[in-house]
């Protein structure tokens, strides 16, 4: 089966090297060039958890090698998702599905806009890589993955989950990744500011259990609203434990901001932000949180 990395960063390459071990065609798309020069090759070096090291070739196709084009993985950053996919409207065949699995939400409406035939999807996962340079990429954690349909069409790709299970370990098909997305949301909207303001690793906020707890508290309304069950007590002890067992690792919003670098947080607490108005709800500590994180992202990344 092809399979097309559109954003070959440290998760991207880790599926794309993962799926290639399997013995499965992947090539790498970069939407920011109409067509790569002739059979040009991008080598990767792939450090697994075991320590051992595989290395590989993979072919670079640009926007206009529409053939060239298999199961889109879409593995950018959530706010590059729109703009690396822009230069495909119209273009790509309908048949071909486009699989989108960044961290925080907002860019499904504009997909199922703008590609309303092909088959769409969206994946959460828990498995954890990093890009060290352009060419090497570290295993850094087993997780899981989730993929869900985000139209009629998608349903159809339950096919693909086999192949995703045999690359990269537990991979299941969700009939509700919605819930799951919104899920991995809270958990993000929770550890990712607040280790980014204070300049921690995930660990700290189990010396910081009122703040959270005061978190999860302020967004119990809209959790309730979008149909979630769990008390603000079970909300906050479900964010402590991922803390707790990602205790010494930094959360890519505190590395973002770290290296000067753009953040996902429009995408995470923004959507949080957009949601709760659309329902009366106000959210004035997160207010608080995402405006630390905009005047940290502005002054190291001038923009
Ligand atoms: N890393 C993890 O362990 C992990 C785990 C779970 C979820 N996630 C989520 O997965 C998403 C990706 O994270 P990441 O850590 O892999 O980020 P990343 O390393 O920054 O990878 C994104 C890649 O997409 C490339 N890109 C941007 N626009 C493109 C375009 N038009 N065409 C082709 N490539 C393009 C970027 O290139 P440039 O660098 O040149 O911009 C970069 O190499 C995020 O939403 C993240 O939250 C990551």
Not at 211 to 217: I, K, N, S, Y
Not at 282 to 294: A, E, I, N, S
Request: net charge neutral.
């Amino acid at each position: 089966m092809q399979w097309t990395i559109l954003g070959a960063g440290a998760i991207g390459s880790l599926f794309a090297t993962q799926l290639l071990r399997i013995g499965q065609s992947v090539n790498l798309l970069d939407t920011r060039h109409a067509q790569t020069p002739h059979q040009q090759l991008h080598p990767m070096l792939l450090e697994l958890l075991d320590g051992s090291v595989c290395m590989c070739e993979l072919p670079c196709i640009g926007y206009r090698d529409l053939s060239a084009i298999g199961n889109l993985l879409v593995t950018t950053k959530v706010w590059q998702v729109i703009p690396a996919l822009k230069p495909l409207v119209g273009r790509l065949p309908e048949t071909s599905p486009i699989i989108l699995l960044h961290n925080g939400m907002g860019t499904a409406e504009w997909l199922l806009r703008h590609f309303p035939h092909n088959p769409l999807l969206a994946g959460v996962t828990s498995c954890g890589a990093l890009k060290t340079d352009s060419k090497h990429i570290r295993h850094t954690g087993f997780g899981e993955t989730w993929l869900g349909a985000l139209n009629s069409s998608g349903e159809q790709c339950r096919e693909l989950v086999p192949y995703l299970a045999d690359a990269l370990g537990h991979t299941a098909w969700s009939e509700h990744i919605g819930e799951r997305q919104w899920r991995k949301l809270v958990i993000n909207a929770v550890i990712n500011p607040l280790t980014a303001v204070w300049n921690q690793p995930n660990g700290a906020l189990l010396d910081r259990t009122e703040e959270v707890a005061a978190l999860c508290q302020e967004l119990h309304p809209l959790l309730v609203k979008q149909g979630f069950r769990e008390t603000p007590e079970t909300w906050c002890r479900q964010v402590l434990q991922v803390a707790d067992r990602t205790a010494r690792n930094f959360s890519s919003m505190h590395q973002d901001i770290a290296y000067h670098r753009k953040t996902e947080i429009d995408y995470i607490t923004g959507y949080l932000l957009q949601q709760a108005e659309k329902q009366g709800i106000d959210l004035p500590k997160h207010r608080q949180l995402y405006l630390k994180v905009k005047a940290l992202e502005s002054t190291c990344t001038n923009e």
